[in-house]
């Protein structure tokens, strides 16, 4: 279920503006794959197009961090946000990027440390110390 | 403000289950300087005790992911819980650790781009594609 | 699946008190179809009187906002607390309310545009400028 | 406190690139004031000069949605995330842009409202109905 | 800081719709303390009387879960939530309401505890057992 | 779906340092019913004991809480994470300790009233009186 149709490849052959951004995920990610987020993303052309554009920038092009540690960061704000959707797809993105068992492992635990800490700094209502002020 | 007392280092000195953490964590982090969290845990020397010892062994120890990543995972997961202090310690650990500031620059990139992505997957309600099922 | 009971029609028809507010949920929305919403809320008697008769004063009595502008607002609440279920209800809603394609356009782009910036003035810890104080 | 330093307008006026930024803020709000968000994000140029454009094509061109409605779309997101900065500038915006008492009531009864029955949904786990599915 | 006026008592006397709210929350509560969330709403006397109520009948009326259990699930709520104002609130009413210290701990750990196994189940994005169905 | 393999029982028997974990679950649970948070957990051994041995302390043995209220809570943070397995999981366990049909209406007002009250402070931006510093 979703609350926007979901575009097929037949119905994306007749948009050319949806077709173009089809066409540069599949050529950028040498996969004939496209997931149902660029699918239901379809129905809104000028945002399809600004995503995918950012979603380049930031998670495909090369930069001071690693495809995996940009990876490891687009899941703990999923986890958090309980967007199911999306840690699903970047899971699946970190496996395909070569994400080892124990670099995942180290991952959980530091998502389930913060998680923990976090409930516990709100509890107490822990007031920030003047020295972390940076402005 | 906080919901509870925050333990002085003279109040702390009477207490030897909760000096020896702070002894351990000053020790461990080469620096006298004890922040709030801690000093509000110590209300519970159980969870004190605990809470440090799986923070050592989760950010402190060496592993798979390195130390700025480890962080960088962190500051997500808070900023999303919304958990200020949170967010304000780790930001500073990862200054203490050495980020660049094009590291930070990229991570708030992610963060931005998770962010807004999620909210339009799950506006979207966009069904899990198949192919992401590891079960 | 669900954690309580989905009453049927029939089941209610034998619960005058429940049978009372299926009733006037049809009559005020003049449609016969009953969401499951409802059909939980059945479980508790009290509960769902009451949250009927608050969502027909809400949402359904005419005020100073328009109805499309509360299922948007509705939506957007639900979309960040990830309430599947909600997002869903009140997208179809929005919908038989009449939102065109580009009233629904504009909204994506304002939860977007809200949930990037969330992220960054949380991450950064943004203080809150005096002048907007209204206390 | 902030993460990050928060730039002074003699700051500002040194690096070109960020007093473009400021320069068309106090144009296009016709207003010297510039508030914290951009004093922050003036650390991260490319962010700064990104968020500041799609602001304003979202927020400030007119589009399907008022003014009004915008912002209170926004305040909605920001509440749900608990992002204190943003719940106390765009509340000033909704201000600015001329919302009426009634408005901004009835605008606390749909929050208030869709975060109840977001709760109970959530706690219940209410399966979406065939008939919200428009995929 | 606050989005809103804070009514002080010499406001509250003038205008007997609030006046009469507050002076029932003070019978109530057998004290004359009237806490800042309360003057806050005041500026919405439907919002203050609504909410007043509800309150009343929820958590100081007697009924199967005893003031304590009750307060500590509005504790639970509120951290999740990041409601820095209601952790505080409800925080000092356990305590007014005579929680003990152990009763306390045990609190935070079930918090810590939930708050670490929800974020792996929703990393792992753990499939719900057909056995938890009550649907 | 999930991100992770669901370990069968046969393949727990092969590995013994799982299997014992499986073994405590069942036989400190009575029950030969062991659901698919563990068997997501098995994937990784030191995390499924680390949080078997932190669940069985916190949530099974007895204390000053007795389990049903520690159940509440438990469900009320996993509400408001949206959490569907830990809602799920835990509301049949609250069941399973025999919760009354009262206790859980109580419940599910608390969190309602909990939820609405949170987003109106938020909203509101509510200062922290005085009067609540524990600190």
Redesign the interface.
Known sequence: ??????WTDEEVSLHPRIKAVFDDIRATRKSD?V???WR??AN?P??LER?WS??KA??IEP???DPI??E??????????????????H??AA?AKGI?D??Y???????????????????????????????
Do not use: W
Request: hydrophobic share 50%; aromatic share 8%.
């Open positions: 279920m979703a609350t926007v149709k979901l794959f997931n149902n987020f239901a993303l809104e000028a945002l995503t950012s979603i930031v998670m930069g001071a961090l540690t940009k490891l960061i687009y899941i703990a704000v999923s986890t958090v946000n309980s967007c199911s959707y999306c840690v699903h797809s899971t699946a496996r080892s124990l670099q492992s180290e991952f959980l635990a530091v998502v389930r440390m913060a998680s923990e800490t976090n409930a516990l700094a709100t509890a107490l209502q822990v007031p920030v110390d003047p020295e972390f002020d940076a402005s």
